[in-house]
Nanobody
């Protein structure tokens, strides 16, 4: 069983940046796609970004393309989400997730392990 722990959330003004980190422990995750999701108050959890097992391929939801970057360091068992040009609409709890798939994973059902989440609040 892999465990995921997110960090790096906080309060930032619109236009600012944050870098979320996700530390993985337990089973080796180097051959698993990873993803970030977010859940705003009163809304469902939504897909944000995914990265394949090697880190070569990535995919983003349209609303964050050009602003967010997902990356991974398999040697350190870490996944990151660099968030730039943040907007109030980005306010949510952000979750890191691990998939059993090697390739990009776009749906919540593709993931079997989730972190506890980290709050990101963007003020206008």
């Amino acid at each position: 069983q892999v465990q995921l722990v997110e960090s790096g959330g906080g309060l930032v003004q619109a236009g600012g940046s944050l870098r979320l980190s996700c530390a993985a422990s337990g089973r080796t995750f180097t051959r698993n796609a990873m993803g970030w999701f977010r859940q705003a108050p009163g809304k469902e959890r939504d897909f944000v970004a995914t990265i394949n097992w090697s880190g070569i391929e990535t995919y983003y939801v349209d609303s964050v393309k050009g602003r967010f970057t997902i990356s991974r360091d398999n040697a350190e068992s870490m996944v990151y989400l660099q968030m730039n040009s943040l907007e109030p609409e980005d306010t949510a709890v952000y979750y890191c997730a691990a998939s059993l798939r090697l390739g990009l994973a776009y749906e919540g059902n593709d993931y079997d392990t989730w972190g506890q989440g980290t709050q990101v609040t963007v003020s206008s």
